[in-house]
Each structure stands twice: as C-alpha cells, then as structure tokens.
C-alpha cells in the first residue's frame, strides 16, 4: 500500500485560511469593548474606511453577506416589479435572489464558452426598455468584460453592479481593480471566499446618493443621526462589530492571499501546458485573475471529476448542477435558454477548489493526477 499523503488543505480546515494573531486579538477586543452590534462601535466604521481606500473609492457600505450586499446594490437602483436585471445563469444564487426579492424579473443571458463569463453581446440583446441593471459577476476570480457591458450601460442608462464575491483584488485586462469599473460593486466575506469573517459583505460606490440608499436599507431605512425616522424600505442587514474586526485583519492579509493563489495557479497553468486535453477556462492575460478557484475546460467534466476524485484531488463537474434559471425557486425560464452555460455545466467545466494554503508540492500533485486523468 502506498502511504496515505496528508489531505490538501482547504477552506474549512486552519490550512487553508490565513487566521493569526490579529484575528484572535480582534475578537477579543470586540468583546472586551461590550459593543458586538455594529449600529453602536467602531470596527465596522473603520472597516468601511479601510475597504473604500483600498480600492480608491468614496464609499464602502458593510453588510451582512454577499447576498445582502448585492440586495443593497440592487434596491438602491430602485428596481422593482415590472423592471428586470440582466445578469448570467452561472453564479451564486445570491446575484438573483436580490431581483426576485425586490419583486424585478431575472434576464439570463448567455456567457462566454471559454471561460463562462457573460457575453456583451447576449447582454445587449437582452435589453428592453423595462432593464433598470446589469449585474456582472467576476466569475471564479477572472475579469468580465466590464469595458463593453460600462459601455452598453450607457447607452442604455442602466446601473452596472459589479458581483466581486469569488474576485477579491482581480484585475481586467488593464490592471484596473474589479469593484472599481461599475456604479456599485459587491463583496462576500463568507467562509469559502479568498478572505473571511464567517459570513459578511461589502458594496463600494462613488456615488454618494447610490451609497446614501444602501445605508438606509442596510439599517431598515433608519439615519440614525436624524432620530427614529424610517426614510426607506429597509431590512437589517448590519454588520456584527465581531465579523467587522475580523474582515479588518483579513483585509491587510488579501494582497499576499492573491499573490500567493496566483504563483500556485500559474505553476498549475505551466504544468497544464504538457497535459492533453485539459486547459484553463480563463482568457489571457492571466496576470490579473483573482483565482478564487482553478476553473479548467475538458471534454468530459464528469470523467476528470471522478477520476481525480479517486487520487484525492477534489474536483467540481460544471460547478453548478444546473444554470440559475433552472432553479425550482425561479420559474418561467425554458430548458436551453443559455446553451452555452449549459454545455459548460453539463460537459466542459471543471473546478478545482483553490487556496493560499497550497505549496509547491501540493500542485505537482494535482498536476501528476490530472495527468493521469489525461491518459486513463
Ligand atoms: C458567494 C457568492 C455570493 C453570495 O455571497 P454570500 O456571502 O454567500 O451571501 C454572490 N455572488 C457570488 C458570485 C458568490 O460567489
């Protein structure tokens, strides 16, 4: 029997998550303060601060999750019934479930067969006078083509929401920071995404009446400076003084997560170049990927998974089970509205969990399985 090697860490194992010294002192002084209730201290304040000047803009609004930040983003372009949002069917259903609650209508259209992010011109065609949005969701950390849907965004006089949760600090093609070409952009800091603080979310915008409104949403439409007036519609959807001392400390640390994903992606990336068969699902250049995962294309995603499965490599057929819209909690929506999401989650796509906890060793291990996949 060969000797059984160490499982490869991974994002619900200390391994393969960046907790030190700073997140446990944060708790602490969290607790120590006797303020956990981010409405009364100042963890998530500064947390707002640190994030809106880390990416340069003028305001971070925190929230609960991803999902709820992108429920921020998309009350605060006032959609609602009889309105619809643009957006792909391969996502977290936290990018839809904003639109339905709001009570707008989801339009799907169709991505890019070569690395599943939305195709500009599916996006343009699915335009209708009633689109209030365009929702661009960085999928598995690699740019969405935000030159050309900013563009078609304003032509139309449509809001772009930037979904960053699986791009934490990517870049487009022109070294520009995803979460600074849209009107508003959104981020998780839920347990599997490249920084943590459990559950979390952040949104990032210029504009100051755009940020006005997420804050009253975020804080059941409440200004607490003005008394107890509910200006808006709003949900509680606050930050925890906890989670926000804890996103503050991961914050300092998502530089050297990235810079550490992307030398382990681009060794993978050489490796792959001497495999048959198997390539990555991300368009050059790949300098800027975020590599939340490792996203590759194959004729048989169902074999490769299984097969790597086998020598201990974890490995995601399609990463979906189904696109979004095939969701029984969506209706209305045909089987192959989007054919080339489609043929990506049923055949083509293959996702490679990822993290900064991988060593040199760990990915000439993934390589040497995907090679012996190749030649089954
Ligand atoms: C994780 C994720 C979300 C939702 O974030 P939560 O914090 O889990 O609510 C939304 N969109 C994308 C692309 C995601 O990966």
Redesign the pocket.
């Known amino acids: 029997m060969p000797q059984r090697e160490m499982p490869l860490p991974t994002v619900l194992d200390p391994r393969g998550r960046t907790f030190g010294r700073e997140e446990r002192e944060a708790v602490l002084r969290v607790l120590d303060s006797g303020v956990l209730c981010g409405a009364f201290g100042q963890e998530t304040r500064s947390l707002e601060t640190e994030m809106a000047a880390l990416y340069g803009r003028a305001e971070a609004v925190s929230c609960s999750?991803?999902?709820?930040?992108?429920h921020l983003a998309v009350a605060a372009t006032g959609a609602g019934p009889g309105d619809e949002v643009v957006t792909t069917p391969i996502?977290?259903?936290?990018?839809v479930a904003p639109v339905l609650a709001q009570g707008a209508r989801v339009v799907f259209a169709d991505v890019r067969a070569d690395d599943g992010n939305l195709d500009p011109d599916a996006v343009e065609a699915a335009v209708t006078p009633r689109t209030k949005a365009v929702i661009a969701?960085?999928?598995f950390g690699g740019a969405a083509d935000t030159v050309r849907l900013r563009e078609i965004c304003d032509r139309h006089g449509l809001t772009l929401i930037e979904?960053?949760?699986?791009a934490w600090f990517g870049e487009d093609p022109a070294g520009r920071l995803l979460g600074t070409l849209g009107d508003i952009a959104?981020f998780?800091?839920?347990q599997?995404?490249h920084i943590t603080a459990g559950?979390?979310?952040l949104t990032l915008t210029d504009d100051p009446e755009l940020a006005r409104r997420m804050r009253l949403f975020m804080d059941k439409g409440w200004d607490r400076t003005e008394g107890r007036i509910h200006r808006t519609m709003g949900l509680n959807y606050r930050m925890t003084e906890l989670v926000a001392a804890v996103a503050r400390a991961q914050l300092t640390r998502l530089p050297g997560v990235v810079a550490r994903r992307r030398a382990t992606a681009g060794q993978l990336a050489e490796a792959l170049t001497g495999i048959d068969g198997v390539r990555l699902a991300a368009r050059e250049p790949l300098t800027g990927h975020a590599w939340?995962v490792v996203p590759l294309l194959v004729d048989d995603n169902v074999r490769w998974a299984k097969g790597l499965e086998a020598l201990g490599v974890p490995a995601l057929p399609g990463y979906l089970e189904r696109p979004l819209y095939a969701n029984p909690a969506l209706s209305g929506y045909a089987p192959g509205l989007c054919p080339r999401a489609e043929r990506l989650i049923d055949r083509t796509l293959l996702v490679l969990p990822w993290n900064e906890g991988y060593s040199e060793g760990d990915v000439d291990r993934v390589a040497r399985a995907l090679g012996k996949v190749a030649t089954a």
């Open positions: 999750s991803g999902t709820a930040a992108l996502s977290d259903f936290g990018t969701v960085h999928l979904d960053c949760a699986q959104c998780s800091l839920q599997y995404k559950d979390g979310g939340w």
